[in-house]
DNA sequence: GCAACGATTAACCAACACGTTAACGACTTG
DNA sequence: CAAGTCGTTAACGTGTTGGTTAATCGTTGC
């Protein structure tokens, strides 16, 4: 959980989430994506492996590649969590609801 | 979008959330359940108003106190986010349902 | 009015995050 | 095998973050 967010924390690696969205693509095409240099990308996408958030794969016909692939996994846990925190309000209408049935 | 993911991005601040989660408090019972100087939270919770997850009203009996509550909007809109990030797996099941209907 | 209190801001410091260029390892291609 | 390509790690500078204590502002209560 904390790696999940710490790593959505940063704009370059949420358009990189974006990007993978619409298909795996290898590193450098990701690069040229956010216009960065190939290293200062090759250092987010390691905070994304870390956090489960990306996975590496070999590119099966050129194995300099490194294609990269979303993970499900922390995305439903953080929307987990989203759904407890709004659980907050759905008290806050439980009572109002309560307020109202008691005649007042 | 931003705001409110570098304003998660701190353990401590997720902390705070979670303790709102049962109820609006003042400022100084927050520091305490983290166990913090008074300012360190203080800035926490500015971080958090500027990201609008937040919001600080006076305290009614006792003017001093600021009453720390939750609020909504940022939290449904990072849900929305997540909703698009998570259609990718939608569409990656509709590509193994076609393959499995198409008899292979 | 004056001391105490709750909260925030100011000033400062250690630690970390993020970008750059340079160097490196692995693979491909002629 | 030699040169070029893809990606990562290393080393470095810089800006930001998060904590501390000290000072400030508004409110309370005797």
Redesign the pocket.
Known sequence: MDATL?AL?????RKVIDLLRDGPR????L?EAV?????????????L?AGGLVR?E??G????????TLRPEPFTALQAWLDQVQAFWAEQLGSFKDHVERGR
């Open positions: 710490a924390a940063d704009p370059t690696r290898p590193a450098g095409e690069a216009s960065m240099s190939a290293p200062a990308l090759s250092r987010h996408l390691r905070v492996r590496a070999a590119g016909d050129d194995a300099r590649l490194r294609v990269y």
